[in-house]
C-alpha cells in the first residue's frame, strides 16, 4: 500500500496551491466581511455574566478583572496569592456588581474543583472560564541542571488548565458559555530560551483546538496567542526580548482579549501583526530559523557586555 503515499506526494502539492489559487480570492473577502459584521452586531452583552479568572492578582488576569468589571461582569477572582484584595476592590469600583476572590493553586487537581464549585455556589451559574494562570523560567535546555526544577510550567500552564476547564465543563454547558485559554506566541512559533514553555503553551493550543471539535456546538473557545506583553512575570525573569522588542502593555491586551471573545472568534493573536508570523513560519521555516539564531546572539552578547561592565 505504500505506492499510495507515493502517488499523494505527487499529487497533493499541485491539488493544494490550484486550490489555493481557486479559494483565497473568495475565502480572504468573506473572512473580512464576516469580521466586520462580527464587530458590529455579535457582541456579547456582559452586564451580569458570571466571570472566573485565573491568574487575576497580576499581568493580563489582573487586567481582564478590569475589563469585564467595566462591561458590568460578576467576576470570581482566582490567585495563589493569598492577598489580592486591592484588585477585587478596584473590580468593584469600576462596575462589577459582586467580586469573589478565591486563593487557589492551579496545580492542584482539588483546588481546581474547589474554585469552580465556589463560583457556582456564590453566583448560581458560570458563563465565562478565563484560563489565565501561567508561569515562566528562561533558560537554555543545555543550561537546566534539573528538568525537574521546570515541572512547575507543564503543571501550572497545561495541567492547571485542564483541570480548570473539566471541572468547568458541566456549568459552561448550561449556560452555553465560553472558555478562554492564554496561550502563547511561542506555543506555535519558535522563541529562545523557554523550550519548556513554548511546550507547555503547544499542548494547550492542541488541546484546545480538539476540545472544540467535541464541545464546540455548546461552548466557544477562545484561544489567545499573545506576543511579549509587559507584566510583573516577564520583569521579574528579566527578559532578554525587551532589548529587541516593544512589549504591548497588558491593559491593551486585555482589552483586545474582551472584544474577541464577545465577538465569538475562535483565536485572537495579540498584538495583531502577529498573525502575518504564521504564514511566513508555514512557508519559510528555515528563514525564522535563522532570525531566531540572530536574536539568540544578540542576547548573548548583551549578557556578556552586562557581565564584563
Same mark, same amino acid.
Given at each position: 500500500m505504500d505506492w499510495i503515499h507515493s502517488f499523494f506526494n505527487i499529487a497533493f502539492p499541485p491539488i493544494i496551491i490550484f486550490l489555493h489559487f481557486l479559494i483565497l480570492p473568495i475565502y480572504i473577502p468573506f473572512k473580512f466581511l464576516q469580521f466586520i459584521k462580527t464587530s458590529i452586531t455579535t457582541q456579547q452583552n456582559l452586564a451580569r455574566k458570571v466571570v472566573l479568572i485565573t491568574g487575576a492578582a497580576q499581568g493580563i488576569g489582573e487586567q481582564l478583572a478590569y475589563e469585564y468589571s467595566r462591561r458590568g461582569a460578576f467576576l470570581a477572582l482566582v490567585d495563589i496569592k493569598e492577598n489580592f484584595e486591592d484588585v477585587r476592590r478596584r473590580a468593584l469600583k469600576l462596575g462589577s456588581p459582586d467580586v469573589i476572590s478565591i486563593v487557589a493553586d492551579v496545580t492542584k487537581?482539588?483546588?481546581?474543583?474547589?474554585? =469552580?464549585?465556589?463560583?457556582?455556589?456564590?453566583?448560581?451559574?458560570?458563563?465565562?472560564?478565563? $484560563? $489565565?494562570?501561567? +508561569?515562566?523560567?528562561?533558560?537554555?535546555?543545555?543550561? =537546566?541542571?534539573? @528538568?525537574?526544577?521546570?515541572?512547575?510550567? &507543564?503543571?501550572v500552564n497545561f495541567w492547571g488548565t485542564v483541570n480548570s476547564i473539566h471541572f468547568g465543563i458541566p456549568h459552561l454547558k448550561r449556560t452555553k458559555g465560553k472558555i478562554v485559554v492564554i496561550s502563547s506566541i511561542s506555543g506555535w512559533c519558535p522563541v529562545p530560551l523557554v523550550s519548556i514553555y513554548s511546550a507547555s503553551k503547544a499542548a494547550l493550543i492542541n488541546f484546545c483546538e480538539t476540545l472544540r471539535n467535541e464541545v464546540g456546538s455548546t461552548i466557544g473557545i477562545t484561544i489567545v496567542t499573545p506576543g511579549l506583553i509587559g507584566t510583573k512575570m516577564t520583569r521579574e525573569q528579566d @527578559? !532578554?526580548?525587551? *532589548?529587541?522588542?516593544?512589549?504591548?502593555?497588558?491593559?491593551?491586551?486585555?482589552?483586545? =482579549?474582551? #472584544?474577541?471573545?464577545?465577538?465569538?472568534?475562535?483565536?485572537? &493573536?495579540?498584538? #495583531?501583526?502577529?498573525?502575518?508570523?504564521?504564514?511566513?513560519? &508555514? @512557508?519559510?521555516?528555515?528563514?525564522?530559523?535563522?532570525? %531566531?539564531?540572530?536574536?539568540? %546572539? *544578540? =542576547?548573548?552578547? %548583551?549578557?556578556? +557586555?552586562? !557581565? %564584563?561592565?
Open positions: 487537581v482539588e483546588d481546581c474543583k474547589k474554585f =469552580i464549585d465556589e463560583a457556582v455556589h456564590h453566583f448560581g451559574q458560570l458563563d465565562h472560564l478565563v $484560563n $489565565n494562570a501561567g +508561569t515562566v523560567i528562561l533558560s537554555k535546555f543545555e543550561d =537546566i541542571d534539573h @528538568i525537574s526544577d521546570h515541572k512547575s510550567i &507543564m503543571d @527578559i !532578554k526580548l525587551r *532589548l529587541l522588542i516593544r512589549e504591548e502593555s497588558a491593559e491593551r491586551c486585555a482589552k483586545a =482579549i474582551v #472584544r474577541s471573545v464577545c465577538r465569538g472568534e475562535s483565536f485572537l &493573536m495579540e498584538p #495583531r501583526w502577529l498573525w502575518w508570523l504564521f504564514p511566513a513560519r &508555514m @512557508i519559510f521555516p528555515d528563514l525564522i530559523d535563522c532570525c %531566531n539564531s540572530y536574536l539568540l %546572539n *544578540l =542576547i548573548d552578547q %548583551n549578557s556578556s +557586555t552586562k !557581565k %564584563n561592565c
